[in-house]
């Protein structure tokens, strides 16, 4: 079991008898945790495994977490609140200001992108979740989904009071650009791996994935004149920027 978090990318769980610090040790069985989950899925993760994987006592386990709902709750705010977390409001915060709604979008997408490209494990674990309908897919909506889907409707909503957006329900805005991500991401991260359909850098994914999406929404000009002369029996061409 060792051998096998160690080949997942995991630091190898120490000997019995190591000691550790409080804080150290609890961070390693939540990384072990979180490894087993995602490749074993929920129902065939039990404390005895992640005890064995960590090298410890199934009673450490539970010294550290008082039972399995608590450590999900970790594993949640372990993600929030490590290094490498984003805040998807936060990261593009200067682009909502200005209301550049290019760089808001485009911001997000690449954003997002690197995330997924850097944990796929967290991407697999979250999978895992929804099809076993484990109570973590629903902590996991409620603290970041919608929250993405209230900040970026409400900003939304306000281009279109400005006449820059076009009246359509926001959240079907948001539903269309998460997909484009998340269904690149996995493709990515779980089935096409050596990028066979599509090699795409996460730069050139995130400006592409924009152009779509501002080519439906928007009112400027040179983009409704695009979508005109892409009518049926019109030039094809595609409107320079």
């Given at each position: 079991?060792?051998?096998?978090?160690?080949?997942?990318g995991?630091?190898?769980?120490p000997?019995?008898?190591?000691?550790?610090a409080?804080?150290?040790?609890?961070?390693?069985?939540?990384?072990?945790?979180?490894?087993?989950f995602a490749?074993?899925?929920?129902r065939g993760?039990?404390?005895?495994?992640?005890?064995?994987?960590?090298?410890?006592?199934?009673?450490?386990?539970?010294?550290?977490?008082?039972?399995k709902?608590?450590?999900?709750?970790?594993i949640?705010?372990?993600?929030?609140?490590?290094?490498?977390?984003?805040?998807?409001?936060?990261?593009?915060?200067?682009?909502?200001?200005?209301?550049?709604?290019?760089?808001?979008?485009?911001?997000?997408?690449?954003?997002?992108?690197?995330?997924?490209?850097?944990?796929?494990e967290?991407?697999?674990?979250?999978?895992h979740?929804?099809?076993?309908?484990?109570?973590?897919?629903?902590?996991f909506?409620?603290?970041?989904?919608?929250?993405?889907?209230?900040?970026?409707g409400a900003?939304?909503?306000?281009?279109q009071?400005?006449?820059?957006i076009?009246?359509?329900?926001?959240?079907?805005?948001?539903?269309?650009?998460?997909?484009?991500?998340?269904?690149?991401?996995?493709?990515?991260?779980l089935w096409?791996?050596?990028?066979?359909?599509?090699?795409?850098?996460?730069?050139?994914?995130?400006?592409?994935?924009?152009?779509?999406?501002l080519?439906g929404?928007?009112?400027?000009?040179?983009?409704?004149?695009?979508?005109?002369?892409?009518?049926p029996g019109?030039?094809?061409?595609?409107v320079?920027?």
């Amino acid at each position: 079991m060792t051998k096998e978090i160690t080949a997942l990318g995991q630091h190898p769980a120490p000997a019995s008898g190591v000691r550790m610090a409080g804080a150290e040790r609890r961070l390693q069985i939540l990384r072990v945790a979180v490894s087993l989950f995602a490749h074993e899925g929920f129902r065939g993760t039990t404390t005895k495994k992640i005890a064995e994987a960590a090298g410890v006592s199934e009673a450490m386990v539970f010294r550290h977490y008082a039972n399995k709902e608590e450590l999900y709750t970790a594993i949640l705010d372990h993600k929030a609140c490590s290094g490498d977390a984003i805040d998807p409001e936060l990261m593009v915060a200067d682009a909502l200001k200005r209301k550049d709604d290019r760089a808001v979008f485009e911001g997000l997408a690449f954003g997002a992108l690197e995330h997924h490209e850097s944990d796929p494990e967290f991407q697999r674990l979250l999978l895992h979740s929804a099809l076993e309908g484990h109570e973590l897919a629903q902590m996991f909506f409620e603290k970041f989904v919608r929250r993405v889907y209230e900040f970026l409707g409400a900003y939304i909503r306000e281009r279109q009071r400005d006449g820059a957006i076009i009246k359509i329900d926001p959240a079907i805005v948001v539903r269309a650009f998460i997909g484009m991500i998340i269904h690149h991401s996995l493709n990515n991260n779980l089935w096409d791996p050596q990028r066979r359909l599509l090699s795409l850098s996460n730069e050139s994914a995130a400006k592409h994935f924009t152009d779509i999406l501002l080519g439906g929404i928007s009112t400027k000009r040179e983009l409704k004149d695009s979508r005109k002369d892409r009518r049926p029996g019109a030039n094809s061409s595609p409107v320079k920027r």
